[in-house]
């Protein structure tokens, strides 16, 4: 499964400051797990935007510049993993558009429902579009708004055209704007830092460069900074929300606060009711490196079974999904995860991990602790089996692809080779996270989007656009 995309932006008070560049470099270290494909940086310095950005790492695409060269009191960075668009050069973000002496510059984490349909509006009146992401979509739209209205005006026009999950950070010439879409897909905050603000995808972002958190951005809120201040617009307000759960099980990391939630206590959580839900007597329990560990953790604190580390990662090598086909996946699993023998032989082992996709990556693992002398081999899954595909920005599989669209838990078992497999239901789950399950998305969990998407059944949200 793999994340799209980090974002931040950062405006200091200070007009004749230059440095905003370095927290937002720094910033996007902090969200690197988010997206390794691509990243970049965009800063103003009032007279003109500039960008540095390219293909790989945040250390390795900026050693390649001198972050010094990027000048500037307001600005915005990304890190992309792709999931409209191809993995290119052309599709690095921030986009930059120029028109009429402005320049916007956005950068987007989610995904557009809608895009092939906008872009072919736009084609249809002779435009030409240079890149194959949903993110030009929005650059233009926004361009087109722009020339009629102020920015207000614009983004509340953006917002009624755009259908999908959107956290967006954007130029506009030098005032910063940030939207989170109405159903508030993906996380996006909003911290305090020494001389100004920030907003990023995750609070961790806002941590690393010494700020404070001050709160999440509302689904449906654009915040505009300007003239050293932040002045907060609710344009859209629905009756519930769809915030992904999947940033609560897997994708954020475990000590950010996302919606007053630190993700640590609901991977926690999730751990502790794991024993109520699927009790099984063992010796030890052995989290999958990293995502299985908080799980683990809560696990053996309620069961009393001793935790132990049976697999080692190696930690110098990135996420298994970077690799980009399936046979360099395999080897990635082997380059990435060894057994310790001594701690797992004739043992009865809990391996705990938080979901299965396809099942392959899974069954080697459970192999690999059967050869390492387990006795017995009992898998433990922080996440309800995944039965439906997800629209709204994750790459995880197609639904051909979900060994649990098609299996029994008990079909599952069998092809991942465990003596007994346990998911989280998802009551279990939405107890854990703490909030509402009307309030998140549940889909690839339960095949109920809360958008339309296509030949998928659709939980309709009521949405009201706000006069103000
Ligand atoms: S379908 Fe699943 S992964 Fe996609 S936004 Fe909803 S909960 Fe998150």
Redesign the pocket.
């Known amino acids: 499964m793999r994340e799209s995309c980090g974002v931040v932006g950062l405006a200091l008070t200070d007009r004749e400051s230059d440095k905003a560049a370095l927290p937002i470099y720094y910033s996007l270290y902090a969200l690197q797990h988010r997206g390794q494909e691509s990243t970049g940086i965009t800063v103003h310095d009032g007279k003109s935007a500039q960008t540095q950005k390219g293909m790989g790492l945040v250390p390795d695409v900026f050693k390649k510049y001198n972050l010094k060269d990027l000048k500037g009191f307001v600005g915005i960075g990304h890190v992309r993993y792709s999931t409209t668009g191809d993995s290119t050069i052309e599709n690095t973000q921030p986009l930059i558009v120029n028109f009429m002496d402005r320049t916007i510059a956005i950068a987007h984490n989610g995904n557009l429902v809608n895009s092939s349909e906008l872009r072919y509006e736009f084609e249809a009146e002779g435009q030409i579009f240079l890149t194959s992401s949903d993110t030009e979509v929005i650059a233009r739209l926004l361009v087109k708004e722009l020339i009629k209205t102020d920015i207000l005006g614009a983004i509340k026009e953006l917002m009624r055209r755009l259908e999908g ?1 959107y956290s967006l950070t954007i130029l506009v010439d030098d005032i910063l704007v940030v939207v989170r879409d109405p159903l508030g ?1 993906k996380p996006l905050c909003l911290g305090e830092v020494d001389g100004g603000y920030v907003v990023a995808s995750e609070s961790v972002a806002i941590d690393t460069i010494g700020g404070t958190l001050i709160r999440d951005v509302r689904p449906g809120e654009v915040i505009i900074f300007k003239d050293g201040r932040y002045h907060s617009h609710q344009l859209s307000k629905t009756r519930n929300t769809a915030k ?3 940033e609560y099980i897997y994708f954020a990391r475990p000590d950010s606060i996302i919606d007053s939630k630190l993700v640590y206590q609901v991977r926690i959580r999730i751990g502790e009711r794991l024993v109520d839900e699927h009790p099984v007597n063992a010796d030890i329990i052995s989290p999958i490196p990293d995502s299985g560990i908080t799980f683990g953790i809560g696990y053996s604190k309620k069961s009393g079974i001793d935790y132990m580390e049976g697999l080692m990662k190696n930690r110098y090598i990135g996420r298994t999904f970077i690799m980009p086909d399936q046979n360099m996946r395999e080897t990635a699993v082997k380059l990435k995860l060894n057994t310790i023998p001594q701690n797992i032989k004739d043992k009865s082992v809990i391996l705990m991990d938080d979901s299965i996709v396809r099942g392959t990556t899974s069954r080697r693992i459970v192999d690999m602790v059967r050869k390492a002398g387990a006795k017995e081999v009992h898998v433990r899954i922080g996440s309800p089996p995944i039965v439906a595909p ?1 629209y ?3 790459d ?1 599989a197609t639904r051909e692809e979900l060994v649990a669209a098609h299996k029994t838990v008990a079909g599952v078992e069998a092809v991942i080779n465990a003596d007994s497999l346990g998911y989280i239901s998802v009551e279990g789950l939405v107890d854990a996270v703490g909030i509402p399950a009307d309030d998140l ?5 339960t095949g109920v989007y809360p958008i339309e998407v296509p030949g998928e059944i659709c939980k309709r949200h009521q949405m009201t656009l706000s006069q103000f």
């Open positions: 999950s897909f992904c759960v999947f997800c709204m920005g994750i995880m998305c549940l889909a690839c969990l």
